[in-house]
C-alpha cells in the first residue's frame, strides 16, 4: 500500500508556472504508474498527465507543451511542472497511483489518492 500527499498548489497569474509535487510513502513506490488528475468545479474529474514505471510520460492534448511529468524513484516522489498556465487550468489537481499496471486514463482505474492541491490561475 501507498499514501500519496500533494504539495505545491497556488494561486498564479495566466502564463506563469507551479510546480506540483507528491510524496509517495512504502517500498515499492517504483513499481506503481503515476498519474496526475484534475477535478474543475461542475466538471469530471480528468487525467492531465501519466508516467510509466519507467519514466515514459503521458499527456492529455490539452497540456502538452505545457506541462511535465516527472518522477524520482529513489525519493519516492512524482513531479508536475506546469509552465504557461492558463485560467481553464484552474482546478483541484490529485496524485495517483496503480501498481505493476500501465497508465490508466480513468480515475477509477487508479488504486491509490493523495488529497489533492487547489491551483488557481487568475486572468
Known amino acids: 500500500q501507498v499514501q500519496l500527499v500533494e504539495s505545491g498548489g497556488g494561486l498564479v497569474q495566466a502564463g506563469g508556472s507551479l510546480r506540483l509535487s507528491c510524496a509517495a510513502s512504502g517500498r515499492t513506490f517504483s513499481s506503481y504508474a503515476m498519474g496526475w488528475f484534475r477535478q474543475a468545479p461542475g466538471k469530471q474529474r480528468e487525467l492531465v498527465a501519466g508516467?510509466?514505471?519507467?519514466?515514459?510520460?503521458n499527456y492529455a492534448d490539452s497540456v502538452k507543451g505545457r506541462f511535465t511529468i516527472s518522477r524520482d524513484n529513489a525519493k519516492n516522489m512524482v513531479y508536475l511542472q506546469m509552465d504557461s498556465l492558463k485560467p481553464e487550468d484552474t482546478a483541484v489537481y490529485y496524485c495517483?497511483?496503480?501498481?505493476?499496471?500501465?497508465?490508466?486514463?480513468?480515475?477509477?482505474?487508479?488504486?491509490?489518492w493523495g488529497q489533492g492541491t487547489q491551483v488557481t490561475v487568475s486572468s
Open positions: 508516467i510509466t514505471t519507467s519514466g515514459s510520460p
Open positions: 495517483a497511483g496503480r501498481r505493476l499496471r500501465p497508465i490508466g486514463m480513468y480515475g477509477s482505474d487508479y488504486e491509490y
